[in-house]
Structure formats: C-alpha cells, structure tokens
C-alpha cells in the first residue's frame, strides 16, 4: 500500500506510508475546490489512538493526512474530498472552511497530555507533505493556517512549540522575515481594558484574518484571538497583549496586506 501511495505522491516516498481511509468525509459543496491548509495537532495521548478516532464513525470527525512523530504519514481521505477537521472556522471573511481547506493532523498529545516540541523526523514529513499539497493545488504559502487561526475562542493547535518560521523558510507558510526580538517598553493590554489602544489592536488582527469584533473592549474573545497569535508568530501563549506582541501584530497585518494571494 505504501509503495501505492508513493506512486501517486512521489515527495513522500522516503517515509513510511499507511492508507487508513475514514469514513467521515463527503462531497465539497459545488464549485469548491482545496484554496488553503489546516494544521492541527492530534492532541490524544497516542497515535493509534488518535488515528482510530479519526477512523471511527461515531466520532464524526477526520482529517485528509496523519503525521506521526517518527515521520511516518497516513492517509486517511482523499484531498478531492471534505474532511471534517475544521469544525466552526473563520478566516479572512470566510466561515465552514471544511468546503475548501486540506486537514493535517501533527501527531502531538497536546496541552492536555503533554504537549512537547515537534521531532525533526515529524518535521521533515510535515514540509514534505504540505509542499507536495501547496504545488497540487495551487494554495499560496499565507492559505496555511492552525486550528487555532480559525477558531481561537477553542482552540490551541498545534500550539506555541510548532515551528512555523521553519516552514517560512521553505515557502510553506506567510510569516516575518525575521523571529521576533523584544521591543520597547510600551503600553500592555489585558482583560477589561478599554479604548483606541485596543481598538487598533482589534482592527489589526481583523485584517490578518481573525474574526474579532472591533469594539475597543478587550474581553474573553479578544484575549482568545491574541492568544492564538502569540502561539503562532511569537511562540508563546497567554492572551495578554504586552509591546512585543503588538509590535508583532501590526507587522503582521502589514505582510498579509501586501500579499495579493492571502485570500
């Protein structure tokens, strides 16, 4: 089966390979076509059993691709049709990004198992993977986004420890040129606080692509959505908004701005 696989995806074929087809997928809504990537961590305490869930009809949800952490890759739906890995998502104006997103699941247990860094093997399979779907597809490296991009208020993959400058520097995902470095001192902001300062920082982070209301209240929401922007451009996590992070912040919104393909 794996030498199948590798016929079909010829960058994959220096890692172990699997088929474990779930049944939980349907058809994408007319017209609809893959125009952007999920990464998720799987955030069970193995992969088996990660993959089972992902293969149990009762679980009602899957994922097209499975990364273990030794490299290995499982193919579990076919990209041509709808995974259910997204769940409610939003991202640049668009909501059920199920229709049109490529679901990877990142072996990983996760914040509540123990979530540590993701090995180098894992990591070569991810760049192997995502480049074979980005080229298949035609999806622009700002098109990639985490679980907790589109759904902030819930989720936390695949976390502060995913490498994504790595995958900058490959052309697989939009981020600075550069790895964030601490700014100067500056005004922090955090639950309750009110006013243009956070009015800016709302509107800044509705323009990369989160969905935010702009209303100049930092409330549970907003500390959501700064959390899942740190753990993915400053490789941290907290929600609290201190001067590196609103650096970074509208950094941000200016390179999403400049790219024509983000959305």
């Given at each position: 089966m ?9 960058e ?9 087809p ?9 017209g609809?076509?893959?125009d952007?990537v ?15 869930w ?9 994922a097209?691709w499975?990364?273990?952490e030794?490299g290995?890759i499982?193919?579990?739906v076919?990209e ?5 890995h ?5 991202w640049?104006?668009?909501?059920r990004?199920n229709?049109?997103s490529i679901?990877?699941?990142i072996v ?5 198992w123990g979530?540590?860094d ?5 990591m ?5 993977l995502?480049?074979?779907i ?5 999806i ?8 907790s991009?589109?759904?902030p ?5 695949p ?7 790595r995958l900058?520097?490959?052309g697989l995902?939009l981020m600075?040129?550069n ?10 902001l955090?639950d ?10 709302q ?5 990369i692509?989160?969905?935010i209301?702009?209303?100049g209240?930092y409330d549970?929401v907003?500390r959501?959505?700064?959390?899942a922007f740190q753990s993915r ?5 907290g ?5 590196d992070?609103a ?5 941000v ?7 024509p393909r983000a959305?």
């Amino acid at each position: 089966m794996s030498a199948q696989i590798a016929d079909h995806f010829p960058e994959l074929a220096r890692f172990p390979l699997a088929d474990r087809p779930s049944p939980n997928h349907d058809a994408r809504p007319d017209g609809a076509r893959p125009d952007m990537v999920v990464l998720h961590y799987t955030g069970m305490p193995t992969a088996e059993v990660a993959i089972d869930w992902l293969a149990d009809p009762a679980s009602r949800v899957s994922a097209h691709w499975v990364v273990e952490e030794d490299g290995r890759i499982t193919r579990m739906v076919p990209e041509d049709r709808r995974a259910w890995h997204a769940g409610v998502s939003w991202w640049r104006g668009r909501e059920r990004l199920n229709d049109v997103s490529i679901g990877i699941e990142i072996v990983n247990p996760g914040h509540e198992w123990g979530y540590r860094d993701f090995p180098e093997p894992q990591m070569q399979a991810v760049e192997a993977l995502l480049g074979g779907i980005l080229a298949r597809h035609d999806i622009a490296p700002a098109r990639v986004v985490g679980h907790s991009d589109i759904a902030p208020s819930r989720k936390y993959d695949p976390g502060e420890r995913f490498d994504w400058y790595r995958l900058a520097a490959k052309g697989l995902a939009l981020m600075p040129a550069n790895r964030p470095v601490p700014g100067e001192m500056g005004l922090t902001l955090g639950d309750g606080d009110t006013g243009q300062a956070v009015t800016d920082i709302q509107r800044a982070l509705a323009a990369i692509g989160y969905r935010i209301q702009v209303d100049g209240i930092y409330d549970l929401v907003t500390r959501s959505v700064v959390h899942a922007f740190q753990s993915r451009f400053l490789g941290l996590a907290g929600g609290i908004c201190g001067p590196d992070t609103a650096q970074m912040i509208f950094a941000v919104e200016q390179l999403f701005a400049r790219d024509p393909r983000a959305d």
